[in-house]
């Protein structure tokens, strides 16, 4: 927002004042942080360095400030006067000399002689009729700012209108999502600065501390104006050898997306002056779901390749006196594990060096709460998650002066990047929220924006899946997954995914790089497994894992180039399979050839699972040659351009994200994928824990949540676990019980016909942590409040017995009939208030009664209003 563009804000806002009624404003009643001041702080009624005001021994009220200080003042056309007494304050003794200055919409009104310590002071008197903006100004007289401490005493602006504005004297980038908003400034050298991030509002609040001096994406540097030896968020080795760089404003353009009103696209110009190097820092601001996806592109025109050694996707400087980090960790099986902890001066680094499995140990999503220890429902919480796939940094960096530096970004751990003349380097996005409410709601903003912007087909309901792989393994053989079919399509399921072990060569199963059905397992091909399915009135999947290749795979002997492999060492291989060399144009065609064929072999095939199961155990690639340090970034872009085109090519087909379990849970690729295999643990206590986590970040919708044997749990524990997520099932479905079948027809039934629609596209509501107590409880309701559905999970004996649970998000107007499912009888219901029409004001003021006590207790009750 430009000057003039606050000045009209201003002039539109409602009067407070009856028509013709004078008011006098002390001007010491303004915002005087954004009074500028040559030294210290400009002060109502006290002098610069916090005494009396004081000219020529006689005290006055009025603003104490230092040359050389500036005011600058909106007006609404309605102020009649600005009257003051101008002088030196008499606390610098005889040293100081300065000159006053008031200008009214650009013309200027007064100046003041010379004044010292102890002269008369000036007196102004100036009119302000019709006028927009007053300008007051304290300058050096020419002699340095030495005890320039300057007064204007006995200060006030007369008005008939709308009380006086302080203005900053800065232009001013509003980046505006709804309830979230960061405000840019450009100071007068062109310096932008990063002045506020937080709860939307006019200026009082955007200044309420004053000018800041973060910059916006940080340098090393030291000047009159920034001196700053924190984390740089870009660090250049410039042709000549320079390591330093300065970013000055250039210029900025913003306009609402055509296609889509909802978002606003902001783009900020910075340059080097000594330098022909542009960084532009570009922000999409998503209105209706509070979120702001911001990243970094760098071009330069020097006269030989530089080398942008850092190069973060944002650097967001929050300011508060209790910071509390929220991570999430966990390796294979454990994944999305919550830890909560306040953050010390110092920096902490949360970072993954694997290549390509992004999310084991640690996860590139965070949630920081500014005013203590991190609540559901209260409390200011900045959250976000870096939309990338590949090696990343989250750096936390508290400052003594109490300021903390979030800044994001691809890890910059060997991988300098040589940039020529005239190509871009774009970093990856980090999609952030903002939150006055506590996680819960910042959790619902990132949900809202991951189902419409940060997946594939975000509003459309994903069916459920029975997959072969607990039962079978790799064993895909059309004889013995055939007689699942029906038995699978009888229990409700919507969809059959035959997993890994279909593909290879004619003498040997299960090749990676070598995808066509094995002889093996599919003498005929597909086909017939097809062609069963479709009898059997089921959908048909298939499991692949295009960037791995086998030893026995041809592509190893007759393109060794192709493989992630070090010359001159023997190579580790996990899994017994190499990493295809994506940073190789090559090899995305051959994938994106490869995988094609498959559609175009079997047109029956509706849905993919696709899988990683290996890092960059051998970090070479033979096509970089010299520039190996681009493998980290050049693999991850050279990924993205595979899924795209495999997308292209079959834009109908539903595709699960997959990197052993969850190791690839991120929104860089997720928005090609309908959803992501959270976890190879199935075991549903574990299950409770990883969903819980996975909640702060993503919605119901993309998390696949499979019931299996694993753990021999109660199978109704197991399916009111998995109802949360996207319902699936592994199992061989000719060995299940009569009981176990029972259980499975009715919790499908229930979640098919009730309860899908609103825990997928719904709004969630964590209401009792598992980290916290005995149990776990969490809630959903759509989007028009007229349905939701509840999930209480015993995780430990509770010797107190039940619980009263108070919901969120209903309509307190609403009447709601309350039906506990995935029970054989109304008699066997843990919710006391079963079939009871209660309004939504109770159910949120005093809630229900669930007699859940026992380890392996569970309820998912279904509320619709009347």
Known sequence: MSKNGIVKMMLIIALSLPAGAQERVPLGKLNLRLMTTGYGNARANRSVDNHPLTLRGEVHEGVGTHADSKLIVALDGKATRFTALAGVDDEVGRAGSVVFRVTVDGEVAFTSPLMRPGDEPARVDVSLEGARRLVLEALSGGDGITSDHADWASAFIETRGERPTALPDAELIDVSAGDLLLTLAVDGEKNLFQQYIGRAGGLERVFARGERRDQAYPTVRSDGRVVYWGEPALHVLHADGHLSTVLKYAGCETGVQEDDPNVT??????????????????????R???VVEQWAEIFHEEPAPVVVKEFASAALTLRARDYWLTQFTGDWASEFGVDEYPLTVGSKVLENKWGITSANGRQPHFMVSLDGAPSETSGEVLAGSLAWSGNFRLQFERATSGQLTVIAGMNPWSADYTLPAGQCLATPSLVYTYSANGKGEASRNLHRWGRAYGTRDGDTLLRTVFNNWEATGMNTADATIIPFLRPAHELGFELFLLDDGWFGLENKARVLGEWMPTPLMHPKGMTPIIRAAERAGIDF?????MEMANPAARLVTEHPDWLLTEPGRAPHLQRGQYVLDLCNPEVQAFCIAAFNKILKDYPGISFVKWDCNS???????????ERQQHLWYDYTRGLYRVFEACVAANPRLQMMLCSAGGARCDYGALRFFHEFWTSDNTTPLRRVFIQWGASHVFPARVQGAHVTHMGRQPFKFAFDVAMSGVLGMDADPTRMTGEEKGITVRAVEAYKSKLRPVVQLGDLYRLVS???????VVSFVDGARERAVL???QVNDDAAGGLQVRLQGL????TYVLEEVNIASPGQAACRENGQRLSGKRLMEEGVRVDCEKRFDSAAIYLHAE
């Open 265 to 286: 696209l902001t783009r900020v110009m910075l340059k080097d002056p000594n330098y022909p190097l542009r960084v532009d820092l570009v922000f999409k601001a998503y």
């Open 288 to 290: 209706a779901q509070h």
């Open 541 to 545: 999947g298939l499991w692949v894992e």
């Open 615 to 625: 890092p960059f155990h051998n970090p070479y690639s033979s096509y970089l040659g």
């Open 770 to 776: 598992p980290y916290e107590s005995s149990r776990s």
């Open 791 to 793: 999930f209480v999970y």
């Open 811 to 814: 309509d307190a107007g609403k």
